[in-house]
C-alpha cells in the first residue's frame, strides 16, 4: 500500500490515541460516521478543509496524518530487516506499518540502533584486548624476563657447590634483567595510562561524569560565584556526553548547587582555614550534616589553601557513586573495594561518625586520616528499605605524629599485596597473599 | 651415551640458565636463537628432545614444529613448546602444530627438568 492511501490509517491510530470515539470525531469533523469509518480503513480519500479539521479535532498538524512516520523511520526499518536473514520482515508493508504503528515502529529503529552502538562498543573491546600489538609485546617481555629471573635466582639458592664463574655470570643476569623488567613494567604502566584516557568513548556512564569532574577539580566556579545553574554548567561542560551519563552529571550538579546554597564557598574556605579538614568539627560549627560537611570540605579543600583531599560515598551495596581519588590514596574504580575502608564500616553503624588512621601502601609517608559517616538517604515509606549513603573524605596526615599503627588499607583484593589480611576476598595477582 | 637436547630460544638469559641445569643433570645442550634457520640446525641435528620457544625472530615456533613434524613423527622428536601465552587456545594450536609438552613463562627449572626427563623416557 502507497503511503499517500494511509492518511486514514494515520486518522484512526490518532483518533485510538486520543481516547476518541469515532462518531465524537465525526461530530467535531461535520461528517457521518459512516463516512469517517470509510476514510479511516483508507477507502476514501481526504484533503482540503475536512483534513484541516480532523487535524484540528484531533490536536495534530495536518502534515502528521499526510506525510506520516519520517522517511529516516522507514529507512532505520529497512536496514533492521536487512540485517537478519533468519527473519523475513514484510518489506513490501514497511511503510504501513510506519504509519499504522508509529510508536512501535520508532522504539524498533530505536532498538535497532543501540544494538548498532553496543556491538561497536564490544568490538572494540575485544579488538583491544585480542589484537593490541603493544600490550601482548610488554607483557611477553615481561614474562620472559621474569622467567630468566626465576631460573637463574633459583640456580643460585639451590646450587650449593656453583663455581664461582657461574655465580657471577647468573648475578650479572638477575642485575640486567631486574633492570629490564623495571623499564618494560614502567612503559606498561605509561601505555595502560594513556589507553585509559584515549578510550574515554567506551567508559560507562560513572566514569564519562567522574573524568569531567577530574578535569574541573571536583568543583565549578561559575556555580561556585553563583553566575551558572547546573544546566548551564551540563551545557558547557557535557557536550559529548552519553544520555545516561548527562543525567548523571545533573544529578552530581544540582547536588553542588543544593549544597552552595546551604554552604556558600566564603564560609567553607573560612571553616577550613580555621579548623582545618575536620569535617565532624566542621559540621557542628556550621550546624549541618556531616556528609554535606565533607562533600563541601571535598569541593573547596585546595581552594583552601589545605592538601588534596580524597572523597567517595557509595551506596548499601558498596558501590561508588561518587569518587574524588588522589593519586596517593586511589579508590577503585569498578568492582569491589578494600572491605578495610572505614566507608565501609560507617554502613554498619549509621549516623556514627567514623576516623581512622589509615595507610593505604607500604610506604610510611603515605598515611592518612579517613573520615566516614552514613546516613539515610530518600524518601521514607513504609515498609519499604530506606537507602543508605556513605560518604569518606580522606586527609593527608603528612607531618602529623601517629600515636597508634594505622589501619592497613588498599585498592581491592586483586592488586593488593597485603598478606595476612582478614579481608581478603581472593588472591592477589602481585602476591600469593591468601 | 650422553643424551641430547636442542634448546632454540632467543632470550640468552633463559637460554644460558636452561643449558645450565640440563648440563649439570647430564643431558648434552646445543642451543639456537634464530627462528629462520631453526628448521635445518633441527633436522640436522637430530635430538632426543627438542626444546623451542614460540616466539622466535624470523619464524614462529608453531611454523617450525609444523615443518619439522613432516619429518619426525612425536615418536621421533619429543618436543617441550615454551611460550609467555598460556591461554587454552595457545595450547590447542601448539597441540595441533605437534607439540608434546607445552608450557607457560614463568616456569620453573626444575618443571624443565622434570618435562626433558619424562619426554626422553629417563
Redesign the interface.
Same mark, same amino acid.
Given at each position: 500500500m502507497m503511503r499517500d492511501t494511509l492518511t486514514g490509517g494515520r486518522i484512526r491510530e490518532r483518533r485510538i490515541l486520543a481516547g476518541m470515539k469515532q462518531a465524537d470525531l465525526a461530530r467535531r469533523a461535520g461528517i457521518s460516521a459512516s463516512y469517517l469509518n470509510l476514510i479511516e480503513h483508507n477507502r476514501r480519500r481526504i484533503g482540503g478543509k475536512l483534513l484541516l479539521g480532523i487535524a484540528e479535532a484531533l490536536g495534530v498538524e495536518p502534515s502528521i496524518l499526510t506525510e506520516g512516520a519520517e522517511a529516516a523511520l522507514i529507512a532505520n526499518l529497512r536496514e533492521a530487516a536487512s540485517d537478519t536473514t533468519q527473519v523475513s520482515a514484510e518489506l513490501d508493508r514497511v511503510d504501513e506499518f510506519a504509519g499504522r504503528f508509529p510508536g512501535w515502529a520508532e522504539l524498533l529503529a530505536r532498538d535497532r540502533k543501540r544494538i548498532d552502538t553496543l556491538e561497536s562498543t564490544v568490538k572494540i573491546l575485544t579488538d583491544r584486548l585480542t589484537h593490541d600489538p603493544h600490550l601482548?609485546a610488554s607483557?611477553?617481555d615481561m614474562? *620472559?624476563t621474569? *622467567? =630468566?629471573i &626465576?631460573? =637463574?635466582a633459583?640456580?643460585l639458592a $639451590?646450587?650449593g657447590d656453583i663455581e664461582p664463574e657461574?655465580q657471577d &655470570?647468573?648475578h650479572r643476569?638477575i642485575n $640486567?634483567?631486574s633492570a629490564r623488567l623495571a623499564e618494560t613494567s614502567q612503559a606498561l604502566v605509561r601505555y595502560l595510562d594513556d589507553a585509559e584516557d584515549a578510550t574515554a568513548d567506551v567508559h560507562a556512564p560513572q566514569e564519562e561524569v567522574d573524568a569531567i569532574l577530574a578535569r574541573n577539580g571536583y568543583h565549578f566556579d561559575q556555580m561556585e560565584a553563583g553566575l551558572s545553574l547546573p544546566h548551564d554548567v551540563a551545557n558547557a561542560e557535557g557536550v559529548g556526553l552519553s544520555s545516561v551519563a548527562r543525567r548523571l552529571f545533573m544529578r552530581v550538579l544540582e547536588q553542588f548547587a543544593q549544597d552552595i546554597a546551604v554552604l556558600p564557598k566564603e564560609k567553607v574556605i573560612a571553616g577550613i582555614k580555621a579548623e582545618g579538614v575536620e569535617p565532624f568539627v566542621l559540621a557542628n560549627l556550621w550546624g549541618v550534616d556531616p556528609a554535606l560537611a565533607m562533600r563541601r570540605i571535598a569541593a573547596l579543600a585546595t581552594a583552601a589553601g589545605a592538601e588534596p583531599v580524597g572523597f567517595a560515598v557509595c551506596d548499601a551495596s558498596g558501590a561508588l557513586v561518587y569518587r574524588q581519588p588522589l593519586d596517593s590514596f586511589p579508590l577503585a574504580r569498578l568492582g569491589s573495594g578494600c572491605p578495610m575502608l572505614p566507608l565501609y564500616r560507617a554502613l554498619a553503624s549509621p549516623l556514627l561518625p567514623v576516623a581512622a588512621v589509615v595507610q593505604p601502601t607500604e610506604r610510611d609517608e603515605d598515611v592518612f586520616t579517613a573520615f566516614a559517616y552514613a546516613h539515610p538517604f530518600g524518601p521514607l515509606r513504609a515498609n519499604e528499605p530506606q537507602l543508605v549513603f556513605s560518604s569518606m573524605l580522606v586527609a593527608s596526615r603528612a607531618g602529623q605524629p601517629n600515636h597508634a599503627a594505622p589501619l592497613k588499607v588498599g585498592v581491592n583484593c586483586r592488586i593488593c599485596p597485603r598478606q595476612g589480611c582478614v579481608g581478603r576476598r581472593e588472591p592477589s595477582i602481585l602476591s600469593r597473599g591468601m | 651415551m650422553e643424551k641430547r637436547v636442542l634448546l632454540v630460544e632467543d +632470550?640468552p638469559? #633463559?637460554l +644460558? %640458565? #636452561?643449558r645450565? #641445569?640440563l648440563k649439570?643433570d647430564g643431558w648434552s645442550v646445543e642451543t639456537h636463537s634464530d627462528g629462520n634457520s631453526a628448521v635445518d640446525v633441527i633436522l640436522r641435528s637430530r635430538p632426543d628432545v627438542l626444546i623451542l620457544d614460540v616466539?622466535l625472530p624470523g619464524k614462529s615456533g608453531y611454523d617450525i614444529l609444523r615443518e619439522v613434524r613432516s619429518e619426525y613423527t612425536e615418536d621421533d622428536l619429543p618436543v617441550l613448546m615454551l611460550t %609467555?601465552?598460556g591461554q587454552v587456545k595457545d595450547r590447542e594450536i601448539a597441540e595441533r602444530a605437534g607439540a608434546s609438552r607445552f608450557m607457560t613463562?614463568?616456569?620453573?627449572? %626444575?618443571e624443565v627438568l622434570e618435562a626433558v626427563r619424562s619426554l626422553a623416557g629417563a
Open positions: 601482548a607483557l611477553h614474562l *620472559t621474569v *622467567t =630468566a &626465576r631460573s =637463574a633459583s640456580i $639451590e646450587s657461574w &655470570r647468573f643476569n $640486567e634483567d | +632470550e638469559n #633463559i +644460558e %640458565a #636452561i645450565f #641445569i649439570r616466539m %609467555a601465552r613463562k614463568p616456569f620453573s627449572n %626444575a
